[in-house]
């Protein structure tokens, strides 16, 4: 039952984030990025740690919220930094899954090819300097993930304690329909925001702080 409520939770939030990302960018930033930010730090204690798993132990519990928080506050003092942590969840979900790819089992060697996709995608997103897009791009993808991983969970196809292996290999070992499913979800949340947030704007420097009255503004110019 717990799996089954948590994958809900994870398809609400999911199609909030993929289909109004940009619409909702001050809220939803910090939100992904407490996700992204927790689950990642978990995953690091896992991974690097002698533990049991991610939800076996308080102590992993406690390392994913007080990264997740700390990493939620930069978000919101700078934007920017924010949206580059969603993009490198997006790097490190495909270089995951290209290990996944070749490997069943979720080692150091996986854990480190994820971060260098990781570090690809932050690099590619600050270089280009396209903040729209990474934003667009980034919490269509993530949240498109996060509808995946919460049908899995639904359905039971996948188990609470298999999180710290990560989604992407969740996916690729269980069928490769999970992995359409999610390049499908993702395609139609990159549309949908596009068509519908042409007036939405983003904060205009990258390093300043989420605010209400100008995050995501709608163009109001005089007719």
Do not use: K
Request: proline content about 3%; cysteine-free.
């Amino acid at each position: 039952m717990g799996g089954f409520l948590w994958g809900l939770f994870d398809i609400l939030l999911g199609l909030g984030i993929t289909l109004a990302g940009l619409r909702m960018f001050f809220a939803v930033l910090p939100i992904a990025v407490f996700i992204v930010g927790g689950y990642v730090a978990g995953m690091a204690f896992y991974h690097l740690g002698d533990e049991g798993g991610f939800f076996d132990t308080s102590a992993s519990i406690l390392v994913g919220i007080a990264a997740g928080i700390a990493l939620a506050v930069l978000s919101y003092f700078l934007w920017y930094a924010g949206a580059l942590i969603v993009a490198g969840s997006i790097g490190a979900m495909i270089g995951s899954g290209i290990m996944a790819a070749f490997s069943s089992d979720a080692d150091v060697l996986n854990f480190v090819v994820a971060l260098i996709g990781a570090a690809v995608a932050i690099l590619i997103a600050y270089v280009f300097n396209v903040p729209t897009w990474v934003v667009i791009v980034g919490t269509s993808m993530f949240g498109a993930a996060a509808v995946v991983l919460g049908a899995m969970l639904a359905l039971d196809r996948v188990e609470l304690d298999q999180l710290p292996e990560g989604p992407a290999l969740a996916a690729v070992n269980h069928s490769w329909f999970w992995v359409l499913a999610w390049a499908v979800i993702a395609a139609i949340g990159i549309w949908v925001q596009y068509t519908t947030t042409r007036d939405v704007e983003v904060p205009e420097g990258r390093w300043t702080r989420l605010q209400p009255e100008s995050y995501a503004r709608v163009d109001r110019r005089s007719t």
